[in-house]
């Protein structure tokens, strides 16, 4: 805007008349991994085309599903599935690390959420699934 058209024709002439040059001691751009800190990673997910036992496979490894496409893949013909399962917290000292793992509240409302839309749409969009594949995608996590 105007604002920006004011800082190219300031009295110093702005843009116009700046200089570019090389800057020197930037950080760099890239770095090997190998000297960085790990990022902090609070979940992990996958997506797979949704059939009983890959459904079992990972729900047993305690991921939860938070979404299931509404129309089938054209070359599987299953309908594709996102699960997600959060890490554990390293800096809460009041979890027992070898007790039950509760499920974040966030995660508790997505897979809360999937299952109350699942529901409305068991006439619909999924009205064709395999009858054994709706109950568990239906069953709370646990």
Do not use: C
């Not at 009295?11 to 751009?29: H, Q, T, W």
């Not at 305690?62 to 959060?86: C, F, K, M, N, W």
């Not at 890490?87 to 966030?106: K, V």
């Amino acid at each position: 805007g105007a604002k920006h058209a004011a800082g190219a024709t300031a009295a110093d002439g702005g843009l116009l008349k700046e200089v570019i040059k090389p800057r020197s001691a930037l950080p760099p751009l890239l770095s090997p991994l190998s000297e960085r800190r790990p990022e902090r990673v609070h979940w992990v997910g996958a997506a797979f085309g949704v059939t009983q036992s890959l459904y079992n496979f990972w729900t047993r490894a305690g991921y939860q599903p938070v979404y299931l496409r509404q129309t089938t893949s054209d070359v599987t013909g299953e309908h594709s599935a996102i699960v997600i399962r959060a890490l554990a917290r390293e800096d809460n000292d009041d979890e027992d690390a070898d007790g039950p793992q509760t499920a974040p509240e966030w995660l508790q409302a997505f897979s809360a959420d999937f299952r109350q839309r699942f529901t409305s749409l068991l006439g619909g969009p999924f009205r064709n699934m395999p009858p054994g594949l709706p109950p568990p995608l239906l069953a709370p996590p646990g």
